[in-house]
Structure formats: C-alpha cells, structure tokens
C-alpha cells in the first residue's frame, strides 16, 4: 500500500509549483530510499543507463530539429499560399485551408505546439481580414495544431513506442486511418457549419488578381512537392521497412536543411536557432524521460503494481470498464499536465493491464493518443488555448475560443468510438504492410 502514496505526493508537489521531472525524481528517491535504503542507487544507476542506451530515443532530436528548421526557415508561408489557392472559394475556405496546412505540417514537423504557432500566426490574420468568426478561427487553429498528436511521424509516437513496448513503425502506420478520419471531420463540419451559417466563414469573393489555373499548378507544385516528397521519404521508409524510426529520422532532419537551402532560406543564425531549440527541447523531454523511469521503477518494485491488480480486482470493473477507467484517467490528467508526463505515469502502469486482459496494445496506444489530444483542447487548463493566447489579437476573448473548442472536442470524441468499436482502423494497416513485407 506504500507505493501508493507515492501519487498524492507527486501530484501534491505538481500543484505547488514544482517542475514534472524533479518531482518524479524526488519521489522516487525517498520513496527508493526508504524502501530499499542505499540499495535504491544502484536501482537508479541502472535506469540512468536504460535510458542512456536506447537508441530509439534518437530519433527525438532528430524529429525536433526537422521541425525547428522547417518551422524558422519560412517555408509555411509558401505552403500557407499554395493551399489557399484552392480552398477559399469554398464556404469557410481560409479555415478549410488552415486544416489542410496544419495536416502537411504536422506531418513535417512532428512537434505538438510548432504547428499551432506557425500556421495560427499566418491563418489568423486572413481569416480576421475577411470577417471569419472568432470562435471558428479559435476552434480551426487549436484543433488543427493538435493534429501532430496523431498525424506521423510525431515525437509524441517516438516516445510512447519503448513505453507501451509497441514498435514505432507501428504506431506511426497505426495513425494514418484515425488521423484521416479526424482530419476529414474537422473539414466536412467546418464545410457544413458555413454553408448553415454563412456569416460565420464566408467566402473570398473573386478579384482581378487571381492567378489562372496554370499559375496555380506552378505556384502549388514549388510549394507542395519538396515537402511533400520529404513526408513521403520519412514515412515511406519507415512503412516499406527501409529504414528504422531513427534513420528515417536523420533522413527528415537531412531533409529540411535541404528544403531551406531550395527554397534559399538557409542562414546561420536560422541555424543556429534551430539548433538552440533542438538541444532545449530534447533536454526537457529527456529529463522527464529520465524522472519516469525512475518513478514507475521504484513504483514496481514496492509492490506497486500488485497493489494495482487487488484493486482493480476487488472492484471488478470488467476488461472494458477498465479500459474506461484508464482513459478516464488519461482525460483527467491532461488537464494539467504535458503529453510526455501523462505517458511516463500513466502508460508503464496501464499496459500490463492491457495485456493480461487481451487487448491488442497498439489499439490502446492509439486510444491514448486520441485522449491526450482531446483533453490538449479541453477547457479549462487546455493547453492548445494558452498556445493560441499567446498569438491571437486582444479582440479574441478566452470565452470565444472555448466555445470554439467545443465541436471538435465532439469531433474527436466520435473518432474514440469509432477506433473503439473498429480496431481494424488501427491495426489494418500495419498488418497489410507486415504481410506485404
């Protein structure tokens, strides 16, 4: 039962104001401690080289760099134009084009916050420009930035992949059909609610300056075809079964050095930022890589996770009611604390669970992915809208973008039941590749 209280003290310390990683460290040491007297070091030292040592977990600067580099070099502007083109004669176009956008870029980067900065810095003002609702422009940019979470390769996937004990290629082949379905609902309500609606989002009326189809096709194949072949190198190496998650990795970083030198945006210092943001980055999330393994070691080996089993055991919720709760739990937590976090506290203890009870483990891993993005958009603490705070003009009220949050929450919620009741959109792909290889 000790272990137990090893949750309201880390929590407790969370609330008053600690970082995530040095509470998890300090309540693994003196719970170690005290358990295990000086035994805990070498315990510790042992989890110090776990980490050290998987090479997985290179790919994560990689991915990092690849998307601070395409995020400094200007290239979103280009891919901004190029999709607007074809969208904004539709109802709600600039906010159908934001989607398609943060889709592409997402896919580009891999990094959760990049996407919402980058594209919500350029879509708010022309959507602003053109009368677009508040509420629409806030729900389109939080929504749309949140799709890194399961749009690949995301670093979300490089990290949850050693945890769950679930191949990485997997899981990014895995995202693909719920990260389309949820893409392609985001779209079709944002079409439907305008065309309702249609002061809410209406449409760029036509101008002397529009360029013909021609000009078009050009002006979209410069923008659209390196990155787009960059996306195809990345993933398609990884699904083929060419490269490893880290290779494919060091392929992406390669990649966009190369977009920014085509596209002539290539500069020391956009460099060097990049390179500043890669090393803070990769520091944070390997700091608290670290500082859970540690607590769920010391968590394990107090007896923890037998604790766990009599509980959930006396009462006796059933495999699916054990799934909810775990979820439940996953939704709650998201509220105030990061994605990398809720992961290392919350999956090493889930996952033995899953797996006794028959659950496919790459079905639970997409389910936990789909949770962490919805409660990254669910108010009150929803971290997507202190991301767009930090962006939007002073005239977009906090009211106005909770409100706006709101339908795609539900959004996300459909595509949940939906994975729940079909696992075969997770598992289909990876099992026709598996096959095919």
């Known amino acids: 039962m000790e272990a137990l209280l090893m949750f309201p003290a880390l929590f407790l310390l969370i ?4 970082p995530v990683a040095f509470s998890l460290m300090s309540v693994a040491f003196v719970f170690g401690v005290m358990t295990f007297d000086l035994a805990a070091f070498f315990q510790f030292t042992q989890k110090i080289e776990d980490v050290a040592t998987n090479f997985v977990l290179a790919a994560v600067p990689l991915f990092v760099f690849m998307g601070a580099m395409l995020e400094r070099s200007g290239i979103a502007e280009s891919l ?15 906010a159908v084009g934001t989607v398609v956008m943060c889709i592409i870029f997402a896919a580009s980067t891999g990094v959760i916050g990049a996407t919402e900065t980058v594209v919500g810095l350029l879509a708010i003002p022309a959507m602003m420009r053109f009368n677009y609702r508040n509420s629409l422009i806030s729900g389109t940019i939080c929504a749309g930035g949140s799709l890194g979470t399961i749009i690949p390769p995301s670093v979300v996937v490089v990290v949850l992949g050693p945890i ?9 082949v895995g995202m ?13 309500y944002i079409l439907a609610y305008c065309l309702i609606d249609k002061d809410a989002g209406p449409r760029v009326p036509p101008s002397a300056d529009d360029p013909d189809l021609a000009t078009k096709l050009a002006i979209t194949l410069k923008a659209l075809l390196p990155p787009m072949l960059m996306i195809v190198a990345v993933l398609g190496s990884i699904m083929g079964g060419i490269a490893a998650p880290t290779e494919a990795a060091a392929l992406g970083a390669l990649g966009s050095i190369l ?18 943001k890669t090393l803070t980055v990769t520091s944070m999330i390997m700091l608290i890589l670290l500082a859970g393994s540690l607590f769920t070691g010391v968590f394990a080996a107090t007896g923890g996770m037998m604790v766990m089993t009599d509980l959930l055991n006396s009462v006796n919720l059933g495999p699916w009611g054990m799934i909810f709760l775990f979820l439940g739990m996953v939704f709650i937590a998201g509220f105030f604390l990061e994605w990398i976090s809720i992961l290392l506290i919350f999956v090493p203890l889930f996952m033995p669970f899953v797996n006794s009870a028959g659950f496919d483990p790459l079905w639970f891993s997409m389910l936990i992915l789909i949770m962490i993005q919805t409660s ?18 002073p005239e977009m009220t906090l009211q106005q973008m909770y409100w706006g949050v709101v339908p795609f929450i539900l959004l996300q919620v459909v595509v949940m039941v939906v994975v729940m009741l079909f696992p075969e959109t997770v598992t289909w792909l990876p099992d026709q590749l598996l096959g095919f290889k």
């Not at 074809?86 to 600039?94: E, F, M, N, Y």
């Not at 693909?176 to 079709?188: F, R, T």
């Not at 108010?379 to 930090?390: E, H, N, Q, S, V």
Request: glycine content about 10%.
């Open 15 to 18: 609330f008053l104001g600690f």
């Open 80 to 94: 901004f134009d190029a999709v607007h083109l074809w969208t904004r004669r539709l109802p709600g176009g600039l």
């Open 164 to 172: 769950a004990n679930v191949s990485i290629g997997d899981l990014m």
């Open 176 to 188: 693909i059909i719920p990260g389309l379905i949820l893409s392609a609902l985001y779209v079709l």
């Open 259 to 276: 977009l920014t030198l085509l596209y002539r945006r290539f500069t020391l210092a956009t460099f060097g930022e990049a390179l500043v």
């Open 376 to 393: 990254y958009l669910t108010p009150p603490m929803a971290p997507a809208i202190f991301y767009l705070r930090g962006i939007a003009p």
